[in-house]
């Protein structure tokens, strides 16, 4: 006890409520999960782990046939080579749903998000066992929260472990960084990337084989297709383009040679908090699209996936639209007509830009 008769820790918990939520939720989540999800598909849990193994015993982990991913990947999925895939599941669950709630101010419709988790996208993601958001989540929760520098970098580093997902927001991402001289971020993103490389280097060879089959715009529509779809985004998005991170990760998909429907769980992630009546509307559509075009075996999946894809660029909010719903929650000093004149303000401004 203090000579004011609090506790020293109470700084801590009142300075932190949202960083000591998260925490708590990301381990009830992911305990939750990872005692009821089953996996029902072990095909990329076993490559991943297999050149993992190999590394253990001496060997390249690209001597194990189907192991592709950048060398930088085997250090970051090191910690769960031997961890099982009910680990990998509920990893990727908790780390969704604390994106979910990951807000600046936390808003009474924010467990929309949560919808989300049976979306047909998402059930993709879960049976294919494959790491996905484990890499490509925390990479832009880091882009998000550290904008310029260390944090920028490791970004990067993080989300170009899954380059076919997020390749046009990092090609934006490097112009943007250029432009701010942001080094640090460069410097490490180079360092990281470079020194791996070394030590891993990875075969060119099975990069350059054609897949068999992709989700993407341009690989069903070639380069008509995917400039017309370009086209329409922009059209779409074009009160928000200054928000060049979410038109990064809806034009990825239209120009990347190869993906599949659970590398659109980036999609999603722009969805999340775009509250109830959005997300219902979301959700409804995108089973509507998986019944009837996901029925047969890459036949029509694609169409399926390009109308999730583009109603996800209709009902997403940008993240100038989260600042100003947030407003009058952080202005508590002033009273309730100044807060939400701020924020009419800022609205004005959005739609100014």
Known sequence: MTSNGKHPDDSFWKAHPQSIFLVVLFVVVFLIT??????????????????????????????????????????????????????????SVAIFVVLVFDTPVFQRNAPAGLLLLIHPIFITLIASSNPEWILVGPGLWLLDHFPRGWGRGLAWVFLTTKPQTTIVLLIFEGIVALRQRDWKAIGIAAVIAIGTFIIFPQPIEPLLKPHDWSASVIAHYGLIGAIAVTALILVLRRHNLRDYKTLGIFLSPVWTPYNLQYNYVVVLYTMRHAGWIRNIIYLIAGIALALVFWQEYHVAEHVGILGMLLLAVIFAPSSKQTHATNLPALNKSKTGFEAADSASVIVDQNQIA
């Not at 849990?45 to 001496?58: E, N, Q, R």
């Not at 950048?70 to 680990?87: G, K, R, S, V």
């Open 34 to 91: 990872r005692l009821t999800l089953r996996p029902i598909n072990y095909i990329d849990y076993i490559v991943f782990t297999g050149g993992l193994d190999k590394l253990f015993h001496g060997s390249s982990p690209y001597t194990f046939a189907g192991y592709l991913v950048p060398p930088w990947t085997i250090f970051i999925t090191l910690p769960l080579a031997y961890q099982p895939l009910e680990t990998w599941l509920a990893l």
